[in-house]
């Protein structure tokens, strides 16, 4: 192993994955362990605070451990531990900051607490070296944003959801057509059975809210309410599975439209604004929801009608994972970016806190 290369230890517990990585600094990830907390929480259809706590506390050292035996490195071989710090469901976010914390005071290491939405943002510069400045669509089941990233710890927020974070649409609406936890993949599959994509379309009309108006931001309870308002009209009892079928495939096709008329408005904002300081201009989509095929599909689209170059992680960086909060880490240290041992855990961190609030759910962005 090279030892002139940086290594770091990132560990992301911000919600129901408990996630372990390390990486070093030219991109090489050594190891990334996620536990799914799927099963503990399926019975509930979404994800119980208390219970993904207690989960971490359960599960982070074994993690820890197996991270470290899978990258064949010790506690020595590491230059700092890096870990979530915020933002998130609090329990959790402490139970992996306090186990870095720990650790990093036992072994003298530089502590940096990294924003969980930094993650994601600068996830496409560990697998694509992507150069600021760059477009991002941020889409998760907390938070649903457009920013441009300037640099480490630099953003700007044109754009949130004013009620609901695109991912927990996607959820919500899955469990009112019946489909199980976790919502979005289930019914990105279900859409995947429609057998008559026009048929579907009339069938079970859906709103676009704030399609056609200027700005960037988002909406998507109205969405939501009209998915319960179609499955309350259908006939009493279990729902077909063309219904579902076809209900799933005209949601994922607004949500396309919806996130493709939002884009388009701040492809326009970003190359007037940046053209002369980016080389090779790029949207990137990252979060969860990134992992959906058809959103995919439609901003690569987007891109290439604007000359731009469309980037999104692999499938398994989408969701949370400790190699993008081991990522920030590196990105950060380069910097001199290190926190003390007393920074607190966050349950709301603004990536770009000077951004003009919003109503509603904008408030929490």
Wanted: charged share 20%; with cysteine; glycine share 10%.
């Amino acid at each position: 192993m090279d030892n002139s290369l940086k290594i770091i230890l990132g560990i992301e517990t911000s919600c129901d994955e408990t996630a372990v990585a390390v990486v070093r600094e030219d991109g090489k990830i050594l190891s990334n362990l996620i536990l799914s907390q799927l099963k503990e929480h399926e019975a509930f259809g979404g994800v119980v605070p208390e219970i993904a706590a207690r989960t971490h506390m359960e599960h982070i050292d074994k993690l820890i451990k197996g991270a470290l035996d899978d990258a064949g490195v010790s506690f020595s071989n590491l230059d700092a531990i890096a870990a979530t710090s915020g933002p998130g469901l609090i329990g959790g976010v402490m139970v992996g900051m306090m186990a870095g914390k720990a650790i990093a005071a036992a072994h003298k290491l530089p502590f940096i607490g990294v924003n969980h939405l930094e993650g994601h943002a600068l996830t496409a510069r560990l697998t694509d070296q992507v150069q600021f400045p760059y477009l991002v669509l941020l889409v998760s089941g907390g938070h649903t944003q457009i920013l441009v990233a300037e640099n480490v710890g630099q953003y700007k927020r044109w754009g949130t959801t004013l009620d609901d974070a695109l991912g927990e649409c996607f959820d919500k609406s899955a469990k009112l057509m019946g489909l199980p936890y976790p919502g979005g993949p289930n019914l990105e599959k279900m859409a995947a059975n429609c057998q008559n994509p026009a048929q579907a379309l009339k069938k079970f009309p859906l709103p676009t809210p704030l399609k056609g108006r200027d700005g960037c931001d988002f909406s998507f309870s109205g969405l939501k309410t009209a998915v319960r308002n179609h499955v309350e009209k259908l006939p009493e009892g279990d729902l077909t599975r063309e219904d579902i079928a076809d209900l799933a495939y005209s949601f994922q096709i607004t949500v396309g439209k919806i996130l493709q008329d939002r884009c388009h408005n701040a492809i326009q904002k970003f190359l007037s604004t940046y053209s002369k300081n980016c080389e090779i201009p790029t949207l990137v989509v990252c979060g969860g929801v990134a992992a959906n095929s058809h959103i995919r599909d439609i901003l690569e689209s987007l891109t290439k009608q604007a000359n731009m170059d469309f980037m999104a992680p692999p499938m398994t960086l989408c969701s949370d994972n400790g190699a993008m909060i081991a990522w920030v880490g590196l990105e950060k240290l380069k910097h001199d970016m290190l926190d003390t041992l007393d920074i607190a855990a966050r349950p709301r961190w603004p990536l770009d806190p000077t951004a003009e609030k919003r109503p509603g759910g904008g408030v929490k962005a």
